[in-house]
């Protein structure tokens, strides 16, 4: 394990093998719940189901204390916690799926496809720039918490549909900003740690969780703006 980040290229590698690896998860799993039968147990009289909300909190709330944890469990265990919360996420994302395979199947490659090119045009973006984009930090976490705050709002109260499409363009902004911001510090912070390759794979795991989020949050954000057509 050690001898897989002592190199920039090697943790790089570990990071987007994690990432990648976590996508392919929630793609299975997501596939498993939709053909194998699971897809009425997430809905109830016309709704979501109480099971749809307990997977979908419940994922949120495991992905923050995996990230406060990061660097207190081994990475392998780290890397398993990653990929139990890609497959709850497959899970929670079948509705949004479910829903463009009935209006518009092409829908999901189109937005796979464009989330993969932003993801990858702002990724090198955050490599590459030598500003220094620590300042976004705090905006970005704000304009997080404002989406999850109005994603629970809407549980109550349905979004307009041009509420609903203002939200998504701002949060495909936010994610986009959000791959460059972790890209540039997962960079900075792999020099801080020198020689500490159990920290490095630690670190790896959390940056795979941090870039996996960013992605799957702007495959959902560009697949509802499809899905509006």
Same mark, same amino acid.
């Given at each position: 394990m050690k001898q897989v980040v002592n190199? %920039?290229?090697?943790y790089l590698k570990r990071i987007f093998a994690l990432m990648f690896g976590a996508v392919g998860i929630t793609a299975v799993a997501a596939y498993l719940t939709i053909w194998g039968g699971g897809l009425p147990y997430l809905f109830s009289n016309g709704g979501m189901s109480v099971l749809y909300y307990v997977l979908l909190f419940g994922g949120l709330a495991f992905s923050i204390w995996a990230q406060v944890r990061a660097f207190s469990m081994k990475p392998a265990t780290a890397a398993i916690m990653l990929m139990i919360y890609a497959a709850v996420i497959g899970i929670t994302m079948t509705p949004l799926i479910a829903i463009s395979l009935a209006v518009h199947p092409a829908a999901i490659l189109y937005s796979f496809i464009l989330a993969s090119a932003m993801f990858a045009c702002m990724a090198l973006f955050g490599y590459k720039t030598v500003k220094n984009l620590s300042f976004l930090g705090i905006f970005l976490f704000m304009g997080m918490i404002g989406l999850i705050l109005i994603g629970i709002a809407s549980i109550f109260w349905p979004l307009g549909s041009t509420f609903s499409t203002i939200v998504c363009f701002a949060g495909l902004?936010?994610?986009?900003?959000?791959?460059?911001?972790? %890209?540039?510090?997962l960079k900075n912070a792999y020099n801080v740690l020198s020689d500490n390759d159990t920290a490095k794979n630690q670190l790896a795991v959390l940056?795979?969780?941090?870039?996996?989020?960013?992605?799957?949050? %702007?495959?959902q954000y560009l697949l509802s703006l499809f899905n509006r057509d």
């Open positions: 190199t %920039m290229d090697g902004l936010i994610f986009a900003l959000f791959t460059a911001y972790d %890209m540039q510090n940056g795979a969780l941090h870039l996996y989020i960013s992605f799957i949050a %702007m495959f």
